[in-house]
């Protein structure tokens, strides 16, 4: 099993451009979820999906869009990049047991706004 | 405030020594605690789990919640430089269903050889 595939690894856009991080993971897991990573901000919740066709927001979910029409796809879309984009992007997929907390991660899209 | 605060760091300890690392939170609601350790340009990876208050050991390891001053830490004995990476303290409430964690910020530790 690849686990959590995250593409691509590194991107530079400039303020304005769209553009569409990829997430896809092979495990069959129901739960996927979008978090951006920042100095001093931690892991911050964008968007999450509990199975494919349902998505919804985290704590931070301005300027970006999610859809899951498959299991094993979750998109994230930047509309219009901003400086403030600028981060490290972590996907995450889980089954739904409950209870044990294991998110399994991709290992992050780093992303440069000019 | 953020709901989890946790000391950034950097810390640096010489190898074979005790580790504490630490999280507070606010939230009373939270029942589900974690540890998730990450390496430098890795995503992070579960390292420890607990339910409610108590302690859990694994191996080097040991995961302590102290539920009536909203106290998570994490103990690592006889430290590695292996060891070295960002430790993330996350926290769930009774609904949990994996989907919601609430993440501290992460403590930078260094084991020096």
């Known amino acids: 099993n690849a686990g959590v595939t995250q593409t691509p690894k590194f991107q530079v856009l400039k303020t304005g451009q769209s553009m569409t991080l990829q997430c896809a993971q092979d495990?069959?897991?129901?739960?996927m979820s979008w978090y951006r990573q920042d100095p001093g901000m931690g892991l911050r919740l964008i968007h999450y999906s509990v199975g494919a066709g349902i998505t919804d927001q985290g704590e931070v979910p301005n300027g970006y869009n999610v859809s899951r029409s498959t299991t094993e796809d979750f998109p994230l879309r930047l509309l219009s990049a901003a400086p403030s984009q600028t981060s490290v992007y972590f996907c995450a997929s889980s089954a739904p047991t409950g209870g044990t907390g294991e998110l399994f991660f991709g290992e992050g899209s780093r992303l440069t706004v000019l | 405030q953020k709901e989890v605060e946790q000391d950034p760091g950097p810390l640096s300890v010489p190898e074979g020594a005790i580790v504490s690392l630490n999280c507070t939170y606010s939230?009373?609601?939270?029942?589900?605690f974690m540890w998730y350790r990450q390496y430098s340009r890795k995503g992070p990876e579960l390292l420890m789990y607990?339910?409610?208050?108590g302690n859990k050991e694994d191996g080097r390891f040991t995961a302590q919640v102290d539920k009536s001053s909203k106290y998570i830490s994490l103990f690592i004995r006889d430290s590695q430089p292996s060891d070295s990476a960002t430790y993330l303290c996350?926290?769930?409430?009774?609904?949990?269903?994996?989907?919601?964690?609430?993440f501290g910020t992460g403590t930078r530790l260094t084991i020096i050889p």
């Open positions: 939230n009373s609601a939270f029942q589900y």
């Open positions: 495990m069959n897991h129901e739960y």
């Open positions: 996350a926290t769930a409430g009774s609904n949990f269903g994996n989907e919601k964690l609430t």
């Open positions: 607990t339910y409610s208050s």
